[in-house]
Every structure is written in structure tokens, then in C-alpha cells.
């Protein structure tokens, strides 16, 4: 989506965010702004209508729903991520050339040069593209602090609210890796350390493995004891796959009830191991509601294992970990099976 908004617009929709924050008694922090923003500039029709929705039947903006979302409507394109950190580099560039203008120095060189890096920012930037813009905006800042007075202090300013719209952005891309719910790794954030752990097992010949993970029968623990206590197991079974990993291994979770474990520098063995010593612990477990006690029976797992093979795509890796997951589920469940 491309946003060509003028200032006054761009000025009303942060107004619009504010107040429908304000409205729902939710914190401002950069996700809420990047939700809120979104939908006081209508241009995100399906995000909009999913929040009407949401606030027509619950009225609550919980922490699980405002994550829902950002990685459906907007972290799913990162570009408008990117977006609002552009545009508020617009508005610190404009300040700048503002105050340049309006000191007796000769400083036009300067304003030509933030000129054009202000015309480099096309909607279609990628974060990499900001990164590198943001870095050369401050190089020029630098080459500004022999001046003197209140436009030292403006440039002091300009130089702060770019450090604030980096450390947003790394908020966002923080954020849209992370599950809502168990605050592990989400299916984005697999896949993003999965290219880099093929990306280093290519270049020094190490083993790495991939275990899938499934919960046994979830549809009716929901059934039989509700949603709430269905979350409380999918955070369980997330922390303490969690603690059973160490050093540069991945938990993630990948949707409803699966998840998936990345295990760089390990080999088959190894692995089948982890998965098994993983699916005793659950198999031993006692579960119990915390308010009345009531036993929740056993909760297991299947797994599936597989190793990287040399020059395999990431999608085939993961279909024949998926695959030995399939395989386990449908020779009895609560097992490993590699492939």
C-alpha cells in the first residue's frame, strides 16, 4: 500500500490514533500507534473492519488481539512498517530545512544534500533502505555541528528523533516475529533464523536438524475444559520445550497446536534424543487446574525429525520434518519418528 499523504493529513491521523487510543485506554507504544494510525487513515479496509468487529462483539483490546492484528493487516507487509518511520523522517527533514532556512548561515549546500536524501524516500523503501537513509541523514547532522546557538539544539533534536524512529522500527520487526501468546518465535521468525542456520550449515558442513512438534488430541482439551485452560497449556508446553533447548537452538511456534524446534550444529541422533527426552517429560506430567485441582489426564506429544540435507530448500526441509510429524500421528501418536 502507498501512503502519499501531506503533512495536514498525516498530522489528522496521528490526531485521530491519539484519541482512539485514548478512547480505548490503551498504552502508546509504537505497535498501538502503527495499529491506531492505520485505521484513522481508512486506508486498510480489512484491518478496519476486523477491529469494528472485535470492538462490536468484545469491547476489549487485549494484548493478544492488537498482536493478532499487526502480524495479519500490517507486519505481513513490511513496507508499512517502514512507511511510519518514513514519513516521520519526512517530518524531521522538513524541520531541519526549516531551520536551516531561517539561520543567517550559509548552509545551502547542507539543504540541498537533505533534499535529496529526502527525495530517496520512496514508498517502496525496505528497512534496509531506511537504515542506510538514517545513517546518512546523521552523517550530515554531524557536518552541522560547527553551528552555533538554538539551531544546534534543533539539530541535537532532529538527531534524537531519528535514534527514536530506528529503535521503532526494531520494534516492529521485533514484534512481528513473536507469538502473542507464548512469546516464543512465530512461523515468520523460523523462517527468518532457519535462511540464516542453512545459510552457515552450507558454509561449514555442520549437521543441523528440525523437530515438529504437535500436542495430542488439543481439540479436546478446548472442548472439555475451555479455551482459557487451553492457553495455559500451549504457554506450558512453549516453556518447557523453552528450557529443554540451549545455545543457538530455535523453539517456534507455528500455529494452533504445533510447533517446531531448529537445532543447529546437531546431528540425527542428537536430535531424536532431545525429541524423546522432551516427549518423556510431558508423558510424565500431572496437570491440574490451578483453581480447583481438577486433573487435566495426560498431555503428550508427536514428533517428527529430520537433518538438513545439503542444497535442500527450507520449504523441503520442513515438509519432511512436517512428514515424520504426519507419521508419528498416524502410528499411534505420543512417539518419535525420523526420516
Known amino acids: 500500500m502507498k501512503y ?29 500507534y502503527c495499529i491506531w494510525y492505520e485505521y484513522a487513515s481508512g486506508k486498510n479496509a480489512e484491518l478496519n473492519e476486523a477491529i469494528d468487529n472485535h470492538m462490536k462483539n468484545s469491547g ?28 516521520g523522517l519526512k517530518r524531521v ?14 548552509l545551502s549546500n547542507s539543504e540541498n544534500n537533505l533534499e535529496t536524501i529526502n527525495d530517496s524516500l520512496l514508498p517502496s523503501l525496505s528497512e534496509v533502505d531506511i537504515e ?11 557536518s552541522l555541528e560547527t553551528s552555533s546557538g538554538s539551531f544546534k539544539e534543533q539539530l541535537v533534536q532532529a538527531t534524537n528523533e531519528i535514534d527514536q524512529l530506528k529503535t521503532k522500527m526494531e520494534q516492529y520487526r521485533t514484534e ?17 533464523h532457519m535462511t540464516k542456520a542453512i545459510s552457515q550449515a552450507k558454509e561449514t558442513g555442520a549437521p543441523m536438524c528440525l523437530i515438529m512438534a504437535d500436542i495430542d488430541y488439543f481439540k479436546k482439551i478446548n472442548d472439555t475444559h475451555g479455551h482459557l485452560v487451553g492457553d495455559n497449556v500451549l504457554r506450558m508446553v512453549a516453556g518447557t520445550i523453552k528450557a529443554s533447548i540451549k545455545g543457538k537452538d530455535l523453539v517456534a511456534r507455528i500455529g494452533g497446536e504445533e510447533f ?15 525429541a524423546d527426552n522432551i516427549r518423556l517429560t510431558f508423558e510424565r506430567l500431572d496437570l491440574k487446574k490451578k483453581n480447583t485441582g481438577e486433573s487435566l489426564g495426560k498431555i503428550t506429544l508427536s514428533f517428527g525429525v529430520t537433518k538438513y540435507k545439503k542444497e535442500e530448500t527450507p520449504e523441503d526441509f520442513f515438509q519432511r520434518a512436517d512428514d515424520a510429524l504426519y507419521q508419528s500421528k498416524e502410528t499411534g501418536r505420543n512417539k518419535v519418528t525420523s526420516q
Open 260 to 274: 517446531a524446534i531448529l537445532l543447529p550444529d546437531t546431528p540425527l541422533e542428537g536430535a531424536i534424543t532431545l
Open 4 to 32: 502519499n499523504d501531506t503533512i495536514e493529513n498525516s498530522q489528522q491521523y496521528l490526531r485521530l490514533a491519539l484519541q482512539l487510543i485514548g478512547k480505548h485506554a490503551l498504552p502508546t507504544d509504537p505497535m498501538n
Open 132 to 142: 542506510r537513509i538514517v545513517d546518512q541523514i546523521k552523517e550530515e547532522i554531524k
Open 60 to 87: 476489549a483490546f487485549s494484548e493478544e488481539i492488537r498482536q493478532q492484528i499487526f502480524n495479519q493487516f500490517i507486519a505481513g507487509e513490511t513496507q508499512k512498517a517502514a512507511v511510519l518511520v518514513r514519513d
Open 93 to 106: 527533514f522538513s524541520e531541519i530545512a526549516s531551520a536551516i532556512r531561517t539561520t543567517n548561515q550559509e
Open 176 to 192: 512481528a516475529h513473536k507469538d502473542p501468546l507464548t512469546r516464543i518465535d512465530n512461523r515468520r521468525g523460523l523462517e527468518k
